[in-house]
C-alpha cells in the first residue's frame, strides 16, 4: 500500500526566506506525486505535480518540487516566502497503474506560518 | 472554466438523522472522487467513480455511507444514520481521464462541513 510521511507538522519561516517542506512516500513502483495547499475554509489547490520526465518541477506560485527516487522523496522548496504562503501544504501519491482508481493518499500535512 | 462545486457549504444535523452531499464536477471531466477531512484522521480516500464502470467504494467507512453518480455527471455523498464521528468536511474532485486508465491531477472542490450534534 502506498503512504507518504510530512515529518514537519508546523514550519514557521520569515517572510523573505527560503522554504523547504518534506515529503517522503513508499509506493512500490514510481508514483505520480503532488502537492496542494489549502488556505483556512478552502478546497485543495493543486501547486504542482509531478509524472515523468524532468525530476524538478515547477509549479504555481514561485514553488518548486524536486523528485528523488533514491530517497523516496519529492520535497517543496520556493526560494523567498510571501505573508500570503500562510496554509497548510499537503503531498500525495497517487498510484501509477492501476487497474481500479489512481485514489490519492495524502500525508498529514504541514501548516506554515510566517512571520513578517 | 467553472470549477467543482459542492453543496451544502456547510450542514448542521442532528445525530441519527440522513444528509445528502453534493458535488458538480468539472464539465467534462470522466473521474470523480470524494475524500473525507477530519482532526483525527487527515485526509481520507471515501469513493471514486470512473466513467460507466463500478465505483471503487474500499474507502468507505462503514455501510452508513454510499454515493452515486447520475448521468456521469453529478454525484450525491449520503450518510445514514449519521453519528458525531461522521463530523468532517467532505471533499470532491474531478479529474480527467488519461491513457492506460490512469488518471490526471484532481481538481477539488470547497468542500461540505459536516457538523453531527
Known amino acids: 500500500a502506498q503512504s507518504v510521511t510530512q515529518p514537519d507538522i508546523h514550519i514557521t519561516v520569515s517572510e523573505g526566506a527560503s522554504l523547504e517542506l518534506r515529503c517522503n512516500y513508499s509506493?512500490?513502483?514510481?508514483?505520480?506525486l503532488f502537492w496542494y495547499v489549502q488556505s483556512p475554509g478552502q478546497g485543495l489547490q493543486l501547486l504542482l505535480k509531478?509524472?515523468?520526465?524532468?525530476?524538478l518541477v515547477q509549479g504555481i506560485k514561485g514553488f518548486e518540487a524536486e523528485f528523488k527516487r533514491s530517497q523516496s522523496s519529492f520535497n517543496l522548496r520556493k526560494p523567498s516566502v510571501h505573508w500570503s504562503d500562510a496554509a497548510e501544504y499537503f503531498c500525495?501519491?497517487?498510484?501509477?497503474?492501476?487497474?481500479?482508481?489512481?485514489?490519492?493518499?495524502f500525508g498529514t500535512g504541514t501548516r506554515l506560518q510566517v512571520t513578517l | 472554466g467553472a470549477g467543482v462545486s459542492q453543496s451544502p457549504s456547510n450542514k448542521v444535523t442532528e445525530k441519527g438523522k440522513d444528509v445528502e452531499l453534493r458535488c458538480d464536477p468539472i464539465?467534462?471531466?470522466?473521474?470523480l472522487y470524494w475524500y473525507r477531512q477530519s482532526l483525527g484522521q487527515g485526509l481520507e480516500f471515501l469513493i471514486y467513480?470512473?466513467?460507466?464502470?463500478?465505483?471503487?467504494k474500499s474507502g468507505l467507512p462503514s455501510d452508513r455511507f454510499s454515493a452515486e453518480r447520475t448521468g456521469g455527471s453529478v454525484s450525491t455523498l449520503t450518510i445514514q444514520r449519521t453519528q458525531q464521528e461522521d463530523s468532517a468536511v467532505y471533499l470532491c474532485a474531478s479529474s480527467s481521464r488519461g491513457a492506460g486508465n490512469v488518471s490526471y491531477e484532481q481538481y477539488f472542490g470547497p468542500g461540505t462541513r459536516l457538523t453531527v450534534t
Open positions: 509506493y512500490g513502483a514510481t508514483p505520480y
Open positions: 464539465s467534462g471531466h470522466t473521474a
Open positions: 467513480f470512473q466513467g460507466n464502470s463500478a465505483p471503487d
Open positions: 500525495a501519491v497517487g498510484a501509477r497503474f492501476t487497474g481500479t482508481a489512481s485514489k490519492l493518499t
Open positions: 509531478y509524472f515523468s520526465g524532468d525530476t
